[in-house]
């Protein structure tokens, strides 16, 4: 509300007198257009441009040329590595993914620690940060010797171990083993027989060691070590079952079979173990593959160490393969030993 002596007082204000012209009006008209011209022009070139200029540049880092790799420094060496990725499908969750739903309302109501933890689905649970963080850094090899079971065998087929926190981890495990191969309908080591030499499946072997030859002495020696998932307990097995066998190559029907696929299948393995590179420079390896395949254990003498790993033949590869002296016992010359100073990887009765 305006005070009553201010109203009297515009009232009697006298109208200022303006003289238009069209001159005039030009001019005025020129100076709007020119005023709103700077209003829009100027925030644009200060604000709008340079942001516009920002986003091209972010769209071209983000999305332009290659994206799908990755690049590490090896400082010991002084090379850089780069890896070509995939593209992973976002409706394909990883297996953390999947643990976590399907635990994170397993128990109906809000759970307490009065009450034991239901059993996971898809994952070992610990109650304890010190096991949680082991559990979480242990390599493969000391997996397989953590536990003092085969598996399969003492676990999974009931072989007497009665341990009901070691079931529970077996079957958390057998499922993600599944998982990792896409069968997660598969429930038992049988279902998963052909699984078994694949690189990958080195969780299958830690808990299918009887189905996947970890207990045979016969069985082909690729992936025979903890490293590549053969628990320790199913290695002991197999050593015990060598012990019995006959001094001689070939000494159990099957072992042909076995020396076969291993030849066989040594480019793939070494391929899959080191990468395609280290394969592509050892074409002498891979014809000697076929050398090795066709002249039998006696091959062996011959050509004592491979050139690709530079391991013994007949003792094994740590990371890669078992001992081919368990199919070739006397050319890796077991026969040489005495009682008292028998090689570990000979049968009994080898000894003089």
């Given at each position: 509300m305006?005070?009553?002596?201010?109203?009297?007082?515009?009232?009697?204000?006298?109208?200022?007198?303006?003289?238009?012209?069209?001159?005039?009006?030009?001019?005025?008209?020129?100076?709007?257009?020119?005023?709103?011209?700077?209003?829009?022009a100027?925030?644009?070139l200060?604000?709008?441009?340079?942001?516009?200029?920002?986003?091209?540049?972010?769209?071209?880092?983000?999305?332009?040329?290659?994206?799908?790799?990755?690049?590490?420094?090896?400082?010991?060496?002084?090379?850089?590595?780069g890896?070509?990725?995939?593209?992973?499908?976002?409706?394909?969750?990883?297996?953390?993914?999947?643990?976590?739903?399907?635990?994170?309302?397993?128990?109906?109501?809000?759970?307490?620690?009065?009450?034991p933890?239901?059993?996971?689905?898809?994952?070992?649970?610990?109650?304890?940060?010190?096991?949680?963080?082991?559990?979480?850094?242990?390599?493969?090899?000391?997996e397989?010797?953590?536990?003092?079971?085969?598996?399969?065998?003492?676990?999974?087929?009931?072989?007497?171990?009665?341990?009901?926190?070691?079931?529970?981890?077996?079957?958390?495990?057998?499922?993600?083993?599944?998982?990792?191969?896409?069968?997660?309908?598969?429930?038992?080591?049988?279902?998963?027989?052909?699984?078994?030499?694949?690189p990958?499946?080195?969780?299958?072997?830690?808990?299918?060691?009887?189905?996947?030859?970890?207990?045979?002495?016969?069985?082909?020696?690729?992936?025979?070590?903890?490293?590549?998932?053969?628990?320790?307990?199913?290695?002991?097995?197999?050593?015990?079952?060598?012990?019995?066998?006959?001094?001689?190559?070939f000494?159990?029907?099957?072992?042909?079979?076995?020396?076969?696929?291993?030849?066989?299948?040594?480019?793939?393995?070494?391929?899959?173990?080191?990468?395609?590179?280290?394969i592509?420079?050892?074409?002498?390896?891979?014809?000697?593959?076929q050398?090795?395949k066709?002249?039998?254990?006696?091959?062996?003498?011959?050509?004592?160490?491979?050139?690709?790993?530079?391991?013994?033949?007949?003792?094994?590869?740590?990371?890669?393969?078992?001992?081919?002296?368990?199919?070739?016992?006397?050319?890796?010359?077991?026969?040489?030993?005495?009682?008292?100073?028998?090689?570990?990887?000979?049968?009994?009765?080898?000894?003089?």
């Amino acid at each position: 509300m305006v005070p009553t002596k201010i109203q009297l007082a515009i009232q009697k204000l006298q109208p200022i007198q303006l003289s238009y012209s069209r001159k005039k009006s030009q001019w005025e008209s020129a100076f709007n257009l020119v005023a709103l011209l700077s209003m829009l022009a100027i925030p644009y070139l200060v604000l709008v441009y340079p942001l516009s200029m920002r986003m091209l540049e972010v769209k071209r880092e983000m999305c332009y040329g290659l994206q799908n790799f990755v690049v590490a420094y090896n400082a010991d060496v002084g090379m850089a590595y780069g890896l070509l990725t995939t593209k992973r499908n976002a409706s394909d969750p990883t297996l953390a993914e999947v643990a976590v739903q399907s635990y994170k309302f397993a128990h109906p109501t809000p759970w307490t620690q009065d009450a034991p933890p239901p059993a996971p689905k898809y994952f070992q649970l610990g109650l304890a940060t010190q096991e949680f963080e082991t559990g979480r850094i242990r390599k493969m090899a000391e997996e397989a010797a953590y536990f003092p079971v085969c598996w399969e065998t003492d676990v999974l087929n009931g072989g007497g171990s009665n341990d009901t926190g070691l079931w529970t981890i077996a079957q958390s495990r057998m499922r993600a083993a599944a998982f990792h191969l896409d069968r997660e309908d598969a429930t038992t080591c049988a279902e998963l027989r052909d699984y078994c030499y694949l690189p990958e499946s080195r969780l299958l072997r830690l808990m299918c060691g009887d189905t996947c030859g970890c207990t045979d002495p016969m069985s082909v020696p690729w992936y025979k070590q903890k490293a590549e998932g053969c628990a320790e307990m199913c290695l002991s097995e197999r050593r015990t079952r060598l012990r019995a066998l006959p001094c001689q190559d070939f000494p159990q029907a099957g072992a042909a079979t076995a020396w076969n696929e291993f030849w066989d299948n040594y480019a793939a393995a070494i391929t899959a173990y080191f990468g395609e590179d280290r394969i592509q420079y050892a074409n002498s390896s891979i014809s000697l593959a076929q050398t090795m395949k066709a002249g039998g254990c006696a091959a062996l003498q011959a050509n004592p160490i491979d050139a690709i790993t530079g391991e013994s033949y007949c003792f094994g590869a740590a990371d890669l393969f078992g001992p081919l002296a368990y199919l070739c016992p006397e050319s890796c010359g077991c026969r040489t030993y005495s009682a008292e100073n028998q090689a570990w990887y000979c049968p009994q009765s080898c000894s003089r």
